[in-house]
């Protein structure tokens, strides 16, 4: 596994990180053994987030006694001081430590909720109160839409940034990734498999592995997990392998969605899935937890075409800052269920 120097932290950081968001859907032993195993097999970054049910406390029962072996890094869904102040104190406690090397302000993907965070009375100002209070060393932020992340960023106010980048999803090359090499910042890119959709898994993962990036976080929920990421990580990615992931990864890419969820469909159909799955469903089929999704949204995508509201001109299509042409993609997602 290569380990690079975590932008301005000084940190020689592991490529792989063990995401723990689904920690909290197995048993507490399989839990244990799979984060163990992954800080005894070199993977020394761990993410979690206030918001992942009780990862935090999963994490803070199976290795804090480890606590000097891995950057640990949570986020705060909140806006405001009071409750990004409240929820740093609890993610403390529920960790069993009395620090955390990253917290990132999480899921900001409109400007006006970045201008709350960032105002007076925001989450901002409570992140810097704990940075002087020594309960948090470096300040990031996490979002899906990497072109407003590259203005976020441009005043230094932020060390780390998380971003998408996987097969289907490779936008942050564009502008937010040679932006932040500029600004010497802690790259970490997020879900390779585009939350357990893509495939093959060992292209997946080794797609950012081979892109400019300092750490790579997969959802891992046990030690067979933790080996299959490991493994793929083995070996460096030569440039023919390189350019070749790099030429599947524009043409899985061309759906152009970014996952910014402006798109709320009336139906509930989860555009996004359906948009980002929509290219690699048609070459390489899909992963058990793909499928899975397609099955239980068959009747939302079947009644797509059919809601009148949407007739004329797609509510979706509307909210979407790319103009994508969301309706059509999905009627023909519903295609596949007769097929």
Known sequence: MRYTT???SGYKVSSLGFGAMNLPSVPLDQAREALNYALDHGINYIDTAAAYRNSEEIIGECISHRRQEYFLATKTNARDYETAKSE??????????????L????????????????GEGGAYEAALEAQREGKVRFIGISGHRPDLLVKWIAKGQFSQV?????????????????????????????????????????????????????????????????????AAQEQAVGSEERQELEMLARELGQHDCRRCNYCKCPLEVAIP????????????GLLPKGSGFFERQKERIMGCADYEPCKEKPLCEEKCPYHLPMQQVVQKAASFYSA
Do not use: C, W
Request: charged share 25%; proline share 4%.
């Open 6 to 8: 975590f932008g301005k």
């Open 88 to 101: 740093i104190e609890r993610s403390l406690v529920r960790m069993k430590t009395d620090h955390v090397d």
């Open 103 to 118: 917290l990132q302000l999480h899921y900001v993907n409109y400007v006006h909720e970045f201008k709350k965070i960032m």
């Open 162 to 230: 998380l971003f998408h980048l996987n097969l289907a999803q490779p936008f942050a090359l564009d502008e937010l990734i040679p932006t932040m090499t500029e600004m010497d910042m802690m790259k970490v890119a997020m879900k390779p498999l585009s939350g357990g959709f893509i495939q093959p898994v060992e292209q997946a993962i080794r797609y950012p592995y081979s892109q400019d990036v300092h750490v790579t976080i997969s959802g891992m929920v046990s030690v067979k997990e933790v080996q299959e990421n490991l």
């Open 273 to 284: 899935d359906v948009m980002i799955s929509s290219r690699f469903r048609e070459k390489f």
